[in-house]
T-cell receptor
Framework: QKEVEQNSGPLSVPEGAIASLNCTYSDRGSQSFFWYRQYSGKSPELIMF????GDKEDGRFTAQLNKASQYVSLLIRDSQPSDSATYLC????????????FGSGTQLTVLP | NAGVTQTPKFQVLKTGQSMTLQCAQD?????MYWYRQDPGMGLRLIYYSASEGTTDKGEVPNGYNVSRLNKREFSLRLESAAPSQTSVYFC???????????FGPGTRLTVL
C-alpha cells in the first residue's frame, strides 16, 4: 500500500469555482507535506508546503493539514483554466534522509 | 543559474542497450534524487544521494546504478535496458530548510 494516497480523478470544476484536492497518508511520523503542480509534459513545481496543523493560505491556494486524521488538502479558489494540471501530494517520512513520498496525483481540469 | 539540468531530453533504446542519464545542479544542494514517472503511478524514487560520496536505494532500484560524481552531478545508468524501463526520468535536488525538492526538466526514455 502506498504511503500517500490521492484520488486520481480526473476532477473537473467550472471556471471560478473552488477545486478541492485531497490526500491521506499512513505514516504518523510524517512531518511536512508538499503540493506540487505538474503541467502535461513538464516537471513538478512546488505550490505550497505545510507542516503545522490547520490552514495555510497563499493567494488563491489554501493548504490544510489534520495530523489526527492523517489528511492533507489543497483548495484552489477562483479556479482558472490555467490551473488545469496534475497535482501531486508529497510527505516527508520520518527517519528518512530528506526523502519525499509522492502520491499518484490528481488530474484537475478547469472548464471555461 | 540553470537550477537542475538533465541530458538527454529524449532517448530511444533497443532492449539490451546501455545508457547514462546525466543530472547537474548549480544550487549547491547536498541531496540529489532520481525518480521515474509512469502513468497513474506518480513519482517513484529509484536512488538518492544524501551527500557527495553516498548513494542509497529507493523504492525501485532494480536495473539501475548511480554515481554521485561530485556535489553537482548525479548520474543514472541503465546497464541493459528493458521495455519496462520506458518512462520519464526526473532528477531532483534539495538543500537545507523546508526540504523542498527542485526538479529537472526530465528525460523521456523509450525502450523498444
Amino acid at each position: 500500500q502506498k504511503e500517500v494516497e490521492q484520488n486520481s480523478g480526473p476532477l473537473s470544476v467550472p471556471e471560478g469555482a473552488i477545486a478541492s484536492l485531497n490526500c491521506t497518508y499512513s505514516d504518523r511520523g510524517s512531518q511536512s507535506f508538499f503540493w506540487y503542480r505538474q503541467y502535461s509534459g513538464k516537471s513538478p513545481e512546488l505550490i505550497m508546503f505545510i507542516y503545522s496543523n490547520g490552514d495555510k493560505e497563499d493567494g488563491r491556494f489554501t493548504a490544510q493539514l489534520n495530523k489526527a486524521s492523517q489528511y492533507v488538502s489543497l483548495l484552489i479558489r477562483d479556479s482558472q483554466p490555467s490551473d488545469s494540471a496534475t497535482y501531486l501530494c508529497a510527505g516527508r517520512s520520518s527517519g528518512s534522509a530528506r526523502q519525499l513520498t509522492f502520491g499518484s496525483g490528481t488530474q484537475l481540469t478547469v472548464l471555461p | 543559474n540553470a537550477g537542475v539540468t538533465q541530458t538527454p531530453k529524449f532517448q530511444v533504446l533497443k532492449t539490451g542497450q546501455s545508457m547514462t542519464l546525466q543530472c547537474a545542479q548549480d544550487m549547491n544542494h547536498n541531496s540529489m534524487y532520481w525518480y521515474r514517472q509512469d502513468p497513474g503511478m506518480g513519482l517513484r524514487l529509484i536512488y538518492y544521494s544524501a551527500s557527495e560520496g553516498t548513494t542509497d536505494k529507493g523504492e525501485v532500484p532494480n536495473g539501475y546504478n548511480v554515481s554521485r560524481l561530485n556535489k553537482r552531478e548525479f548520474s543514472l545508468r541503465l546497464e541493459s535496458a528493458a521495455p519496462s524501463q520506458t518512462s520519464v526520468y526526473f532528477c531532483a535536488t534539495t538543500g537545507t530548510g523546508i526540504n523542498e525538492q527542485f526538479f529537472g526538466p526530465g528525460t523521456r526514455l523509450t525502450v523498444l
